[in-house]
Nanobody
Framework: QVQLVESGGGLVQPGGSLRLSCAVS????????MGWYRQAPGKQRELVAT???????NYRDSVNGRFTISRDDAKNTMYLQMNSLKPEDTAVYYC?????????WGQGAQVTVSS
């Protein structure tokens, strides 16, 4: 069983920044793809960004240029740096790694962007 623990969420004003962390309970060195998702109230969960084991990244259009996904294999941790935050970024953010069935998910980190 793999456990993922997110941290770093909170309340921030529009234009502000936050960094989310996702600590994984096993070595991530061989995990070929990791990702961040988010779910806003009343909406479906959506993919935000992914990163491969070789460091290739991909972003949804609405966050491209503002968010940066990264991973530190030595610390078994994945990050999401979020800059120039907008109210529409408000959501619960989840980290994910592949596995049996739906894979493994963190418990979620609330990000609220509001003045």
């Amino acid at each position: 069983q793999v456990q993922l623990v997110e941290s770093g969420g909170g309340l921030v004003q529009p234009g502000g920044s936050l960094r989310l962390s996702c600590a994984v309970s096993k070595s991530i060195f061989s995990i070929w793809l990791m990702g961040w998702y988010r779910q806003a109230p009343g909406k479906q969960r959506e993919l935000v960004a992914t990163i491969t084991a070789s460091g290739d990244t991909n972003y949804r259009d609405s966050v491209n240029g503002r968010f940066t996904i990264s991973r530190d294999d030595a610390k078994n941790t994945m990050y999401l740096q979020m800059n120039s935050l907008k109210p529409e970024d408000t959501a619960v953010y989840y980290c994910h790694v592949p596995g049996v069935g739906d894979g493994y998910w963190g418990q979620g980190a609330q990000v609220t962007v509001s003045s």
